[in-house]
């Protein structure tokens, strides 16, 4: 991996004129220990004016399965199932209508031929017209979100058969990171044509004097943790080797687009958010205060994760808001460690409140909003199943349900989720 970096750098004297970037990032501090050691009632319209609930469609050929990931593209809600379920969902990616929740198109199908991907997962465009697949051998298949095929080309950097973290206009953006190794986080840009134009170290590996003991890779614990959202589409990782501490990361890229059109990146259990582009240096956006409670990139793979250490496992960005999960150590079922809250970009402040309690419906009356995805248009979009749904009845039994979850609450069959659209 060193020596791809050093050769992604050399390249950058000869093809850095193809890039270009915006530099006008500014600082803004996030309060997460002070707002957690005061959390307090948080309410959906602190975030947005009107909700509206958009079940989605189903149908045996387009059943949401029981392990998916939802994006937005356009004017589309497309479901990536990565999980079994009902026949006919376990490798698809279904696109239905924001609007109205109507089942639209498949897109791509899982397979070995030229046009088939390996796995659902698909990264956009910053555009949001294009989605890249990994396909084939070493090749990105390219569909748009109706369904047409739009052709392959070879990956050629830096691994064969790699998905980009982002691709903008026609520059493939990588992320590389290290796991179960000192953590790290460059950005490399690569053109059309397989020629990288630009390497950019974002967070370097942290000097230490005790290095990260791989050991053999016996014994070998998974741990997992979810995103503290509702139907979070987030959550983090960590590998135990026997005695030694654990070596966690993120299950989510470490890129994201942001509204503007940016990209910002941030490593897992570091406190900085960045903006980054090629042809310039990345520049600190965002940067969270933990207090003495930090669990930080340096002390991954050297100590286990605390009761005490803070853990981002949420983050969603939209155009004037930061929305956080935050936890207090590793999993757990404790209302009084688990965190949800944003800040506002615009005034510089921190709020948290209890992640059970979520963002109070003060629009509807009806169950707390955890947003789970942010829009191109503005929106942040919560996710309701039906289990969701029959729990609060049963908890609130004079609660006025809204006709849309009414009728799926009582649906006889086990119906695709339902969509909470702030505006």
């Known amino acids: 991996m060193k020596h791809l970096l050093y050769a992604a750098a050399a390249a950058v004297a000869v093809a ?19 707002a957690i050691s005061s959390p307090s009632e948080l309410k959906v319209s602190e975030i947005g004016k009107a909700i509206r609930y958009v079940p989605l469609a189903t149908g045996d050929s387009f059943l949401v399965a029981n392990r998916w ?3 937005v593209v356009g004017d589309r809600a497309v479901v990536c199932n990565t999980g079994s379920s009902a026949a006919g969902a376990g490798s698809s990616v279904l696109a239905f209508d924001l609007a109205d929740g109507r089942f639209l198109n498949h897109i791509g199908h899982a397979g070995q031929d030229p046009e088939a991907y390996r796995r659902p997962e698909f990264v956009t465009d910053s ?19 109706d369904g ?20 903008v206009d026609t520059m493939r953006v990588y992320a590389l990171t290290g796991f179960m190794e000192v953590p790290y986080l460059s950005a490399v840009f690569v053109g059309p044509s397989g020629v990288v134009a630009d390497s950019l ?11 990260v003991d791989l050991g053999s890779i016996g014994g070998i614990t998974v741990m997992k943790t979810p995103g503290l959202m509702r139907n979070s589409q987030q959550g983090l990782s960590g590998l135990k080797m026997d005695a030694r501490p654990a070596s966690y990361r993120s299950d989510d890229a470490p890129l994201w687009y942001t509204p503007e059109g940016d990209i910002h990146a941030m490593l897992a259990f570091s406190d900085t958010i960045f903006s980054v582009g090629c042809g310039r240096e990345p520049r600190p956006v965002m940067v969270m205060d933990f207090g003495d409670r930090a669990y930080t990139a340096a002390d991954n793979g050297r100590r286990d994760i605390s009761d005490d250490d803070l853990i981002v496992s949420d983050i969603i960005e939209s155009s004037d808001k930061l929305f956080l999960g935050v936890r207090k150590g590793w999993r757990t079922d404790d209302d009084e460690r688990n965190f949800i809250g944003y800040y506002d970009k615009v005034s510089g402040t921190t709020r948290m409140t209890r992640a059970a309690d979520g963002f109070v419906d003060d629009l509807t009356g009806f169950m707390p909003f955890y947003p789970v995805v942010a829009a191109p248009d503005g929106s942040l979009i919560g996710i309701l199943t039906q289990e969701d749904i029959l729990k609060w009845i049963e908890e609130h039994p004079d609660a006025t349900v809204p006709q849309q ?3 799926v609450a009582d649906s006889e069959e086990e119906p695709n989720p339902v969509l909470v659209i702030l505006k």
């Not at 850095?16 to 997460?32: K, L």
């Not at 890249?132 to 390219?142: A, E, P, T, Y």
């Not at 047409?148 to 691709?167: C, I």
């Open 148 to 167: 047409r095929f739009l052709g392959a080309a070879p990956t050629s950097f830096p691994a064969a058969g790699q998905l980009p973290a982002a691709v």
């Open 69 to 71: 990931k939802l994006r």
């Open 405 to 407: 979850l009414q009728a």
């Open 16 to 34: 850095a004129s193809s890039c270009s970037g915006n530099d006008d990032a500014v600082m803004g501090r996030i309060d997460v220990a002070s």
């Open 127 to 145: 555009k949001g017209h294009t989605l890249f697949f990994r396909g084939v051998g070493d090749s990105l298949v390219r569909y748009d979100v």
């Open 201 to 211: 170290p974002i967070v370097r590996r942290a000097a230490a004097d005790d290095p």
